[in-house]
């Protein structure tokens, strides 16, 4: 008895929590089953391993702030025939995020935009990337707060750690002069740093009337354009095919 409180000690001091838990189990099967000690270790790292890559991309899913979990095996496309499936399955590869490419989702609201962007962050998460997802209005909000309260450095770095950051619903709420520029900000500190999922209803020439300005319009979409999969979600809106679904029946 003394040993075994003296191991967990060690365990819990050496923060090995799952090995602590489980190496009683573990030790009679491998004495039961005559396993060599090499096996018997093996078995204890590995369960140590997988308890801490689970414990980090629950960490990584909390971080990502997901407004609701969707995966892409969800996905209708063939609701969407404009978008290319095959495209799709190739960047949830991730190969985008290594070259610090950008997606844009442009299309029809209803279309499936977030719940695609959430699919793709989702997939990154499990790489290991580490995400953020963001309305626009909702980013523009945190980033004014952050600047009156001399905090907007320290918000700007948090963002610059990500590797991908996803900002969804562009060309909804017309930005101020104020939020445009630090909107801007965001993605000229982003330009071949990190990757960026934008989600838009607008194309690129209503741009102008969201920033209010052509200039900072012009150059935010260089940027964000230059090594960019702009993608074209147009369609019937899911939420009205499933608001007249549900009066049909």
């Not at 626009?136 to 001399?150: D, N, P, V």
């Not at 989600?199 to 230059?226: C, I, K, M, Y």
Request: glycine share 6%.
């Amino acid at each position: 008895m003394e040993k075994s409180l003296l191991l967990e000690a060690y365990l819990k001091r050496l923060k090995l929590p799952a090995i602590c838990r489980h190496y009683q189990e573990l030790a009679r099967q491998a004495a039961q089953g005559n396993l060599p000690y090499e096996a018997f270790l093996l078995a204890l790292v590995e369960l140590e391993a997988q308890q801490r890559e689970e414990n980090a991309h629950q960490k990584r899913l909390r971080l990502a702030k997901f407004p609701v979990i969707k995966s892409l095996d969800q996905f209708d496309f063939t609701a969407v025939p404009s978008l290319n499936k095959a495209r799709i399955l190739d960047l949830a590869q991730g190969e985008y995020l290594n070259k610090r490419e950008n997606l844009i989702l442009m299309g029809n609201s209803g279309t499936g935009k977030t719940h695609l962007a959430t699919a793709l962050g989702l997939i990154a998460c499990q790489q290991g990337k580490k995400v953020r997802f963001f309305t626009a209005a909702g980013l523009i909000t945190r980033l004014t707060e952050a600047q009156t309260s001399l905090r907007l450095s320290h918000l700007e770095r948090s963002l610059a750690q990500m590797d991908l950051l996803i900002i969804d619903e562009i060309g909804y709420v017309p930005f101020s002069e104020k939020g445009a520029q630090l909107f801007f900000q965001v993605v000229a500190q982003s330009y071949e740093r990190q990757s960026l999922i934008m989600t838009t209803n607008l194309d690129f020439s209503h741009w102008p009337q969201v920033f209010g300005s052509e200039q900072l319009t012009g150059a935010l979409l260089d940027r964000l354009t230059h090594h960019a999969h702009i993608l074209a979600m147009n369609g019937e809106s899911f939420r009205f095919k499933e608001s007249m679904g549900k009066k049909g029946g």
